[in-house]
């Protein structure tokens, strides 16, 4: 079994920042893409940040140059460093990872955090 945890979800005035966090645990052999996505009521996911194993990144238009991805390989934790935050920033994070479970296996699967809830408010 894996299991993906988020920490570090809060309620920050607009201009703020906050960072979030994830680690996954349980049978894991190799960890593809970790990604942050968001979603707000009645709108579809989306994709925040996404880092490879080698360190590649992207990012959605409307957080770029405010928010920075990061992931620690050893610790399988990926982190979100969000930077002036807006109100429109407000919603449900969740992470993301493609685990191969074990050397045996021959595919990654989609795994998810439950979410954290981010709320940027004056």
């Known amino acids: 079994q894996v299991q993906l945890v988020e920490s570090g979800g809060g309620l920050v005035q607009p201009g703020g920042y906050l960072r979030v966090s994830c680690t996954a645990s349980?049978?894991?052999?190799?960890?593809?893409?970790m990604g942050w996505y968001r979603q707000t009521p009645g709108k579809e996911r989306e994709l925040v940040a996404r880092?490879?194993?080698?360190?590649?990144?992207n990012y959605a238009d409307s957080v770029k140059g405010r928010f920075t991805i990061s992931r620690d390989n050893a610790k399988n934790t990926v982190s979100l460093q969000m930077n002036s935050l807006k109100p429109e920033d407000t919603a449900v994070y969740y992470c993301?990872?493609?685990?191969?479970?074990?050397?045996?296996?021959?595919?990654?699967?989609?795994?998810w955090g439950p979410g954290t809830q981010v709320t940027v408010s004056s």
């Open positions: 993301n990872a493609e685990i191969m479970p074990t050397y045996y296996s021959s595919y990654y699967a989609d795994y």
């Open positions: 349980g049978s894991i052999f190799r960890i593809n893409v």
């Open positions: 880092i490879t194993s080698g360190g590649s990144t």
